[in-house]
């Protein structure tokens, strides 16, 4: 499968953003998603993920309340919705497509296939 980020940008502290991800291929809703997120001169890490019909969800401490991930199986696409966005958010977003036994995989060995990054920008 192949993935397509998109929708990041330059934000203001407290503003939004919905982060898309295009999915290529017919089997899609056989792959877990998440996303990750990268800042300067720190390792990748998990931000979100979702369950293969998209009935279950988990998040990173650290974005939950604030951040919804959703997909949508029919258009092979995932979503990030981002509210309250704060500095330190700022970071290339990645999606995620694992093909594993378990949906959720908080890690980025649980993903076997990448998109190439969407960069998010918070000021403050």
């Known amino acids: 499968v192949q993935l397509q980020a998109s929708g990041g940008g330059l934000v203001q502290a407290g503003g939004a953003l919905r982060l898309s991800c295009a999915a290529s291929?017919?089997?899609?809703?056989?792959?877990?998603m998440g996303w990750f997120r990268q800042a300067p001169g720190k390792e990748r890490e998990f931000v979100a993920a979702?369950?293969?019909?998209?009935?279950?969800?988990h998040y990173v401490d650290s974005v939950k309340g604030r951040f919804t991930i959703s997909r949508d199986n029919a258009k092979n696409m995932v979503y990030l919705q981002m509210n309250s966005l704060k500095p330190e958010d700022t970071a290339v977003y990645y999606c995620?497509?694992?093909?594993?036994?378990?949906?959720?995989?908080?890690?980025?060995?649980?993903?076997?296939?990448w998109g190439q990054g969407t960069l998010v920008t918070v000021s403050s």
């Open positions: 979702i369950s293969w019909s998209g009935g279950s969800t």
């Open positions: 995620a497509a694992g093909s594993g036994s378990s949906w959720y995989v908080p890690s980025t060995a649980g993903y076997d296939y």
């Open positions: 291929g017919r089997t899609f809703r056989s792959y877990a």
